[in-house]
């Protein structure tokens, strides 16, 4: 007698189960608005990502396209005027990002350039020196061998004011 009891009561759970499909709440995840990113009507927030802009040298994508990027990257000039607080702000960035490989001398005697396999490039040396603004800014942006690029951490700015140190820290010998 107990199943006969059963197996309306399954029906009917069956029946509005089935029913249950058919409301509006069924497709919610389906049916709901999406916000791409790109297309936000939001304005940008202060030190977001630009979509439009960026980085104003191009990304090669050989050895032979570095080499002519960075002759081309000769041509930019540096927009941040050696300043003594341009220069005080390049030397607090130089030590928390270059110091530890390019050492407080610029010799590339840090603590993690002298065990690189390559050591780092000699800022002190003519090779440096007599390139333009715009090929070390290059070099900062894009990297080089074992240099990691700065893109990313630091910006347009702060690379130019590392430049800006470079030249009055290490241009004199």
Same mark, same amino acid.
């Given at each position: 007698?107990?199943?006969m @009891? ?5 029906l ?5 189960s089935? #029913?249950?499909w ?8 389906v049916d709901?608005p999406?916000?791409n990113?790109?297309?936000?009507? #939001?304005p940008?927030g202060?030190?977001?990502?630009p979509?439009?802009?960026g980085?104003t040298l ?5 050895e ?9 990257? #000769?041509?930019v ?8 607080n341009s ?6 960035l130089f030590?928390?990002?270059?110091l530890?490989c390019?050492g407080s ?7 993690v @350039?002298s065990?690189l *396999?390559?050591?780092?490039v000699d800022?002190?040396?003519a090779y440096t020196?007599d390139q ?10 894009? @990297?080089? @061998?074992t240099?990691?690029y700065y893109r ?11 430049i800006?140190?470079i ?5 004199? *010998?």
């Open positions: 007698m107990r199943r @009891g059963q197996g309306p009561a399954v009917a759970l069956l029946v509005f089935v #029913a249950g058919g409301y509006p709440w069924d497709k919610d995840m709901q999406t916000a990113p790109h297309e936000s009507e #939001a940008a202060p030190g977001s990502v979509i439009e802009g980085e191009p990304a090669p994508t050989t032979l396209g570095m080499f002519e990027a960075k002759d081309a990257a #000769a041509s000039q540096n927009p941040v005027p050696a300043s003594l220069i005080a702000t390049g030397e607090y030590q928390i990002n270059c530890v390019h001398d610029g010799r590339g005697t840090g603590t @350039g065990i *396999e390559i050591a780092p800022l002190n040396d020196q333009a603004d715009g090929q070390i800014f290059f070099t900062l942006t894009r @990297g080089r @061998g240099m990691p990313d951490a630091l910006s347009q700015d702060e690379r130019w004011h590392v800006n140190y030249r009055a820290e290490f241009g004199s *010998e």
